[in-house]
């Protein structure tokens, strides 16, 4: 069973940037899919950025859905075993739940990443993060 804890979220104008952070335990399988979720009230959960773990912790290329395309960056720290997200240039319309999931490998594959065709196993509390025009 993975633990997944996120922080970082807040209030900001928009434009301004923030950084979550999730933390995850460890656990036997090193290797899978690890990824920003995002909801707005009312929508379906929405995938904002997401890697691929391999087994020797080098990440995969990113997936970013096109509403976050060169603002937001997506990243790992393998000794503190956190995943960050790095969300710059906010807009009212990045305002949401921000939830950190995984999955274990299989059933992800690295290939599953670009079209973030997986289903999470795992699910943070979430973060809230709210843009202000």
């Known amino acids: 069973q993975m633990h997944l804890a996120e922080s970082g979220g807040g209030s900001v104008q928009a434009g301004g940037s923030l950084r979550l952070s999730c933390v995850h335990s460890e656990y036997t399988a090193t290797r899978g899919c690890l990824a920003w979720f995002r909801q707005v009230p009312g929508k379906e959960h929405e995938g904002v950025a997401g890697?691929?773990?391999?087994?020797?912790?080098?990440?995969?290329?990113?997936y970013y859905a096109d509403s976050v395309k060169g603002r937001f960056t997506i990243s790992h720290d393998n000794a503190k075993n956190t995943l960050f997200l790095e969300l710059n240039s906010l807009k009212p319309e990045d305002t949401g739940l921000y939830t950190c999931?995984?999955?274990?490998?299989?059933?992800?594959?690295?290939?599953?990443?670009?079209?973030?065709?997986?289903?999470?196993?795992?699910w943070g509390q979430g973060t809230q993060v709210t843009v202000s025009s």
């Open positions: 890697v691929y773990r391999h087994a020797d912790n080098t990440i995969s290329e990113p």
């Open positions: 999931v995984a999955q274990d490998s299989p059933p992800c594959r690295e290939y599953d990443i670009p079209t973030m065709s997986w289903l999470p196993a795992y």
